[in-house]
């Protein structure tokens, strides 16, 4: 598939649809994500994920649980709407990738920061697999990231 965007849109009509899944897909996700993390619940399930990261472990030392959860969403929110809007200004596509690329590389981490977050289940290795989506999400925040139309 060597081309520009437009050379794959007529070649392959299914890319520009499959595209616009994943971006609002993408955004969706992050959107929803972003909301819950402004509920107590949600603040309190990424405590231990948060509080046991090289980068985040310092934050609860200055701002609360729910505070911290409160900013992260806050992220997610604004990533969302980059993507939202990015059909209609397409200078936001690179901060969208860009914001995606640095929260998945975070949270993908979580899953060698975080004590616990591994079990062996019938001899296979597995973990809270919901941040296993956020390895697609990486992937998708790379490729608009590198988009330029």
């Known amino acids: 598939m060597n ?7 007529k070649e392959y009509p299914t890319y ?10 993408a955004a969706l996700i992050l959107l ?5 993390k402004f509920t107590p619940t949600e603040a309190q ?3 231990s994920l948060v509080e046991n990261h090289f980068l985040t472990f310092f934050v609860y030392k200055i701002a609360s649980v729910q505070l911290v959860s409160n900013a992260i969403g806050t992220i997610e929110i604004i990533i ?11 200078a936001l596509k690179k901060y969208a990738g860009i914001g995606m690329i640095v929260t998945f590389l975070v949270t993908l981490s979580y899953l060698f920061t975080t ?3 591994w ?8 973990t809270d697999f919901f941040i296993l989506k956020d390895l697609m999400l990486l992937g998708f925040g790379l490729m608009i990231f ?4």
């Open 80 to 90: 969302a709407l980059l993507l939202i809007f990015s059909p209609k200004f397409v």
């Open 45 to 47: 399930g990424i405590k």
């Open 119 to 126: 079990k062996v289940v019938d001899g296979v290795p597995v």
């Open 115 to 117: 004590p616990g977050i």
């Open 32 to 36: 929803w994500i972003g909301i819950f």
């Open 146 to 149: 590198q988009k330029n139309k």
């Open 16 to 25: 520009k649809l499959g595209y616009y899944i994943s971006l609002y897909g």
């Open 3 to 9: 081309g520009t965007s437009n050379q794959l849109t």
